[in-house]
């Protein structure tokens, strides 16, 4: 069948999610024309309004990727027979206009500032022998200084809601005082609090912790942002962990940057485009080929290749299209598919005999936290690990099917059963422990040798498990949480403090995926530079969680929106103006 | 619980043929068991498949001083309309082999039949397992013998399922039962709103159009309303 080619435009996108709607928006404002390849349709705000429905969204997977086109296979080591995830569990991608960045809970943050730095920081304090010698953790090639105008660029975009903890180098009480220097104040004070959130972070302060609220991607107020997009406030319904949001409180693409760009008229969504290859000719790239509704091949050619896919895609596709080196664990060479990581997450709950929290009412950011066991924010000597953990006060909701835990020693069914969900439904506070995930040698992402997806192409092969290091993190950190448990008088409590056997495709952990495409100041250890720009290929940007090195103990939004922020930077005002590589 | 005798598989793994090919099964059945819902025309289950999944899913969640059990909030109904649907079929299962027996734990589905298919096999080797240990079909036992026999599944004791694990198809099992408890009563269970009552889930946010946004800072003020679905 024959290709049908468009014309060039100045740049294409390969998805269209945040950060696709990031970049859309600046580069088409500069007068740069944008075409938009994503794979699924389009929905917004009106395909929300039966939101309510825990069966179908949450359960379901209704806005999520479907493995019966596309999935992945996982092995636990480099010897094991890898297998298909045969149906979604551990993470959950999106799919459709705006990607995961529509049933994310917009839980927004900033990285810490030794996070950017974690090899040299870590070796400069306890030294070299503290990383293990399977550990491939690398610093980033920027440092949060430089990446803080992106951040901030993101947060007053996206309007998020928080209260600062470092103001210029000035520690504020009531925020994190371990973050890193902001130049402003978030652009909206935090939410309110559920009272479920409040009886573990006066724990925490009674402990000398200090919580502060969960930064905010949902509204508590009504916002008009720096484009002049006004939003709705949060009605604090309790459905926006894998759910749309019905009344645009939530930021995501579909009700920010994406209306900016396509005001331009400049920008050009094309959906059921499913981009399987880029060509290029070694050096350069010069178009992407997809696959249209009807299964055609479509050739668009643009003068610059915006790979802004899910974290997976971006590796798939430089993979599947022979771009850039790609990684062998077993001789450790190459770099397309190096430092795969996830995120180390456990929990538990607090029961209260003498409370009714109405934790129905929330929403995906609405909480508190404490970072005083995050990253390297306490003293790793003698302790036989690095890295740390966030530990959240969290009411995203009581959605009645998979929110509802039970004390401890509780029968999994019967009328024990049946009386503790009667009994503890509304008397519960959930913590979360988000511990980092360090990156590893053996982690990885290649071409699977054996399963395909629906067209025919590899699926990408995970390597991935739980180390010994992340299972001593976890013990120390939940050790801490069982004092704030203690210190905070409730009457029963659930704690999770020892990791499985092996890394459950089944059990959700986050949708927090990364690497593959990591950036770095070394072309030999790294696949883009700190503008995200491909090494070998100077015309292409990869830009998402793929860049991460490896991943912190927060949500990665709100790094992912500044990366974005700042690939478009470099992008609007230096590689349109001098072709070439920017570092 | 003794071991079952290997001549018991072979002739249950007989009598489940037989009834596939619709002879009449050549066992007593306890005419005092009632039929459970039986409001609506089945979609799936064959009538001894949902008595089957009827009676255990209400051990699951008993009718007791706490409330109404899975039968009255119509459980087996809501799994029956489950597996004659989408997610019965796998429809958004990846169904590519090879299927290769995993090495390690954690790898989830792993066979290429589908739900429904499990289910139908699960059904008929616990009631295989049931006749051949405790001398009657699972429907038809006591409630404590039911509850002796869901604990043999759950402890993974029988050895005749044939296509998921006795323990993985408990844990289907049990996530099958809260859903028909819990999920919007659109689905088919969840009858009178029953389970939402229990726990005191107001149901969809928007029913009432009152403003969570001004009462989720009103600490210790419950907010108790009858819950409502989308429907």
């Known amino acids: 069948m024959a290709t049908i080619r468009h014309p060039e435009v100045d740049a294409v996108t390969i998805g269209v999610g945040w950060t696709a709607g990031i970049l859309a928006a600046e580069l088409t404002r500069a007068g740069h024309t944008v075409v938009g390849l994503e794979r699924g349709q389009l929905r917004g705000t009106q395909n929300f309004l039966n939101t309510h429905d825990e069966l179908r969204f949450a359960v379901d997977h209704d806005l999520m990727q479907d493995t019966a086109q596309e999935t992945w296979t996982l092995r636990h080591d480099l010897r094991e027979p890898a297998l298909p995830f045969r149906e979604l569990g551990a993470f959950l991608p999106g799919t459709d206009l705006g990607g995961s960045g529509i049933h994310w809970n917009g839980q927004t943050f900033r990285f810490h500032p030794r996070d950017f730095t974690i090899r040299t920081s870590t070796i400069e304090r306890y030294g070299k022998d503290a990383i293990p010698p399977g550990m491939s953790i690398a610093d980033w090639g920027i440092t949060y200084r430089e990446l803080e105008p992106y951040y901030d660029r993101f947060e007053y975009m996206a309007g998020i809601a928080g209260k600062a903890g470092n103001l210029n180098g000035h520690i504020v009480s009531g925020g994190n005082p371990f973050e890193g220097a902001r130049s402003r104040e978030y652009p909206v004070p935090p939410m309110k609090e559920a009272q479920s959130a409040t009886l573990l972070s006066a724990a925490s302060a009674q402990l000398g912790y200090h919580p502060f609220p969960q930064p905010s991607a949902n509204l508590p107020q009504v916002y008009t942002n720096p484009d002049g997009i006004t939003r709705n406030g949060c009605t604090y319904c309790g459905f926006c962990e894998r759910f749309g949001c019905e009344v645009g409180a939530k930021a995501s693409a579909p009700v920010t940057v994406i209306p900016v760009a396509l005001a331009t008229g400049k920008f050009e969504i094309r959906t059921g485009a499913n981009v399987f290859e880029i060509k290029h000719d070694g050096k350069h790239a010069q178009s992407v080929l997809y696959y249209d509704g009807q299964g055609r091949v479509h050739e668009q050619p643009a003068k610059t290749v915006l790979m802004t896919a899910f974290t997976f895609n971006n590796t798939r596709l430089l993979l599947n299209s022979k771009m850039g080196r790609p990684y062998d664990p077993r001789t450790r060479e190459g770099v397309v598919g190096r430092n795969f990581t996830h995120q180390i997450v456990l929990g538990g709950s607090t029961f209260w005999s003498d409370k009714r929290l109405n934790r129905y009412m929330g929403s995906g950011a609405n909480g508190m936290l404490i970072d005083d066991f995050g990253a390297d924010n306490f003293d790793h000597h003698g302790l036989g690990f690095i890295g740390g953990a966030s530990i959240i006060y969290q009411n995203t909701g009581a959605r009645p099917i998979q929110q509802t835990t039970v004390p401890e020693g509780t029968p999994k069914w019967g009328a024990a059963w049946k009386d503790a969900v009667r009994t503890w439904y509304d008397k519960q506070s959930d913590i979360v422990m988000q511990g980092e995930c360090k990156a590893y040698w053996d982690h990885c992402l290649e071409l699977d040798p054996t399963y395909r997806d629906q067209y025919g192409n590899p699926l990408l092969r995970i390597t991935f498990d739980f180390q010994e290091d992340d299972r001593r993190m976890m013990r120390y950190i939940s050790g801490k949480v069982a004092d704030i448990m203690r210190a905070s008088g409730a009457t029963k409590t659930m704690l999770k403090s020892e990791l499985a056997a092996h890394y459950d495709t089944t059990v959700y952990q986050t949708t927090h995926v990364n690497g593959g495409t990591i950036m770095g100041s070394d072309p030999h250890s790294s696949v883009v530079n700190n503008w995200l720009q491909m090494w070998d290929f100077e015309n292409v940007f990869v830009v998402g969680a793929s860049n991460f090195p490896q991943n912190a103990c927060f949500n990665p939004t709100g790094t992912v929106g500044a990366l974005a922020y700042r690939a478009a930077d470099g992008l609007v005002n230096r590689y349109f103006k001098k072709p070439g590589p920017l570092a | ?231």
């Open chain 2, 1 to 231: 619980m003794k071991p079952v005798p290997r001549t018991t598989f072979l002739r249950g793994s007989l009598l489940s043929l037989a009834v596939a090919a619709g002879c009449a099964p050549p066992r007593s059945e306890n005419a005092a068991m009632p039929m459970t819902s039986g409001k609506r025309a089945l979609q799936f289950f064959s009538p001894q498949e949902y008595r089957t999944v009827a009676a255990l899913a209400e051990r699951i969640f008993p009718a007791d001083a706490n409330g109404p059990g899975a039968t009255d909030l119509h459980v087996a109904d809501y799994i029956d309309g489950r597996l004659a649907g989408a997610f019965g079929w796998g429809a958004r299962m990846y169904k590519q082999g090879p299927f290769l027996k995993p090495e390690t734990s954690g790898h989830g589905w792993q066979v290429p039949q589908t739900p429904r298919d499990a289910y139908r096999d699960s059904l008929h080797a616990i009631d295989d397992f049931a006749n051949a240990n405790y001398g009657a079909l699972a429907a038809n036992l006591t409630p404590d013998r039911q509850d002796d026999l869901l604990r043999d599944i759950e402890a993974g004791t029988p050895t005749n399922f044939n296509v998921l694990e006795p323990k993985a198809f408990f844990a289907f099992f049990l996530a099958h039962v809260n859903e028909g408890l819990f999920a919007d009563p659109r689905y088919g269970g969840n009858a009178q709103l029953a389970g939402w009552k229990l726990v005191g889930f107001p149901g969809d946010p928007m029913a009432y159009g009152d403003p969570y946004e001004k009462l989720i800072d009103q600490y210790g003020v419950p907010y108790d309303v009858a819950p409502k679905g989308l429907a």
